[in-house]
């Protein structure tokens, strides 16, 4: 795999930003590894979102993603967005802008990635998973699959819980957060066959476990399948680095793709 840290100007949040991006590259030699390489129209790729605390370095400093993701050929981008819940913030960037428009196309211009719908998915874990949700039930003609670890994905509850305390969601959004931005409104108004497969993890001693369980709620009752992966655990790295091994199994791969992870 090659290993690039992208420093680089974003037109949508006026200022330079980073992301942290993996590129599959096919190797014979190289000790404790496996590579597969891209085909002509690209590697697939996988947006790869960060939590409230963290960057767009932390999947590689917590997990070994770049070793689990060798032998797939899978392109991996992980953008830094701050603490703006991938949103246009009130106060703040359009970090939804950036996201859903821009990053997508210089991802493009930059690396040797798949436009496929097939070939590209969305995950990310705790604030990351709601934005990877988010992303897939705004712009469902984007992905094929999408997957939330320990995702904050009832905002509403979490504002409710946050009301006289943390400012953060009031400075985000100004206000309760709208039907563009609440996930169960946004399952309310999807047409089921036209969303993205959905993966949802939580530990059932995590925080967040309540929200998950809502969100399935809401899902079910929208007609919106999901695969579901609650368990022992909490809101911690040692979780996640299990989790994320599981998704990339789940994910819809190619059979070329698939062929190379056996």
């Not at 070793?67 to 703006?84: D, E, F, I, Q, W």
């Not at 990351?128 to 705004?138: D, I, N, S, T, V």
Request: one cysteine or more; aromatic letters at 10%; charged letters at 20%.
């Amino acid at each position: 795999m090659a290993l690039i840290n992208c420093d680089f100007f974003a037109e949508s949040l006026s200022l330079s930003t980073s992301m942290t991006v993996i590129i599959p590259q096919q190797t014979r030699s190289q000790i404790g590894m496996t590579g597969s390489a891209a085909g002509p129209a690209g590697a697939p790729v996988l947006y790869l979102l960060h939590g409230l605390s963290d960057d767009h370095t932390i999947w590689l400093r917590r997990t070994s993603i770049e070793r689990y993701v060798a032998p797939l050929g899978l392109a991996v981008v992980m953008p830094a967005v701050n603490r703006s819940f991938y949103a246009d913030e009130v106060h703040g960037n359009a970090y939804w802008t950036f996201l859903s428009e821009e990053l997508p196309e210089l991802v493009a211009e930059f690396f040797h990635v798949s436009r496929r719908r097939a070939d590209t998915f969305v995950a990310g874990l705790s604030m990351g998973g709601y934005g990877a949700f988010k992303w897939a039930l705004r712009q469902p003609e984007r992905f094929a699959a999408a997957a939330s670890l320990s995702g904050a994905l009832d905002l509403m509850a979490l504002a409710e819980r946050d009301e006289g305390g943390d400012p953060l969601l009031r400075n985000v959004f100004g206000g309760p957060p709208g039907p563009g931005d609440d996930l169960l409104a946004l399952l309310r108004a999807a047409t089921p066959g036209e969303l993205p497969a959905l993966h949802v993890s939580c530990g059932t001693d995590d925080f967040l476990y309540e929200d998950n369980r809502a969100f399935l709620r809401a899902a079910a009752d929208a007609g919106v399948e999901c695969t579901v992966d609650l368990r022992p655990g909490e809101h911690e790295w040692g979780f996640w680095d299990e989790e994320i091994r599981t998704v990339l199994d789940w994910l819809p791969l190619s059979p070329s793709q698939v062929d190379a992870r056996v």
